[in-house]
């Protein structure tokens, strides 16, 4: 079936530090990938996506690619800032699903201390 | 541009209690429309969607229906609550088509603890 999977958390960092938060999945066929953000009392917001592989996804200085030859979707960003604290989702939708259900990650907790 | 409101955005029930919980999409129609549940500590999970009125598909067996009235209204409801069904429930909707690549926009939660 199809899954996905992230890394636990929580991530703790410091401002201007390298961020990365693996994502791996689970599909038949050719997914939509997706990274959902969700700042603390809030719903989740889009943060970036990619339909096809080596699709980059990009947004507000996260970046993740598509790749099938690994299933992954790893999120970067080059330096954090406290601003970003919240939970990141990972999520797939599988291709040609009529219904574009999204499966979630877990979630990883983002802490960015000054 | 299209909105999606929530209501409650807080609620403390009694277990035992019924449950109403209301979503409604403005600016679009025909919309595809999903409930999620977000449990402390877990990720979300798809509890029913509608792809139209009186249209319901559900996820997983549970305490919880949905219904779908009119086209953009999708209702969450219980007859009696458990202390399970605590947590943070989360509607979304999308446009139809594009093989999976729509993207979900969410709604702000609505934020249930059972007692």
């Known amino acids: 079936g199809n899954s996905v999977t992230q890394m636990e958390g929580p991530v703790t960092l410091s401002e201007e530090a390298f961020l990365t938060i693996n994502c791996t999945y689970t599909?038949?066929?050719?997914?939509?990938l997706f990274w959902y953000v969700q700042y603390p009392g809030e719903g989740l917001q889009l943060l970036l996506k990619?339909?096809?592989?080596?699709d980059k996804g990009s947004n507000k200085g996260f970046e993740a690619t598509y790749r099938k030859e690994t299933t992954s979707f790893h999120l970067e960003k080059g330096s954090v800032q406290v601003s970003d604290s919240a939970v990141y989702f990972c999520?797939?939708?599988?291709?040609?699903?009529?219904?574009?259900?999204?499966?979630f990650g877990t979630g990883t907790l983002l802490a960015v201390q000054p | 541009s299209q909105t999606i409101h929530q209501w409650p955005a807080t609620l403390v029930q009694p277990v035992g209690s019924p449950l109403s919980l209301e979503c409604t999409v403005e600016g679009t129609s025909n919309p595809n429309l999903y409930w999620y549940r977000q449990a402390a500590g877990r990720g979300l999970q798809l509890l029913f969607y509608s792809v139209g009125i009186g249209q319901i598909s559900s996820e997983v067996p549970q305490n919880l229906s949905a219904s779908r009235p009119q086209d953009r209204q999708f209702i969450l409801s219980s007859k009696k609550l458990l202390l399970s069904d605590s947590g943070f429930y989360l509607c979304?909707?999308?446009?139809?088509?594009?093989?999976?690549?729509?993207?979900?926009?969410f709604g702000a939660g609505s934020r249930l603890t059972v007692l």
């Open positions: 990619a339909t096809k592989a080596d």
């Open positions: 599909a038949t066929g050719y997914p939509s």
């Open positions: 979304a909707w999308t446009r139809k088509g594009a093989n999976g690549a729509n993207v979900l926009t």
């Open positions: 999520a797939l939708s599988p291709y040609g699903g009529a219904t574009n259900k999204l499966i």
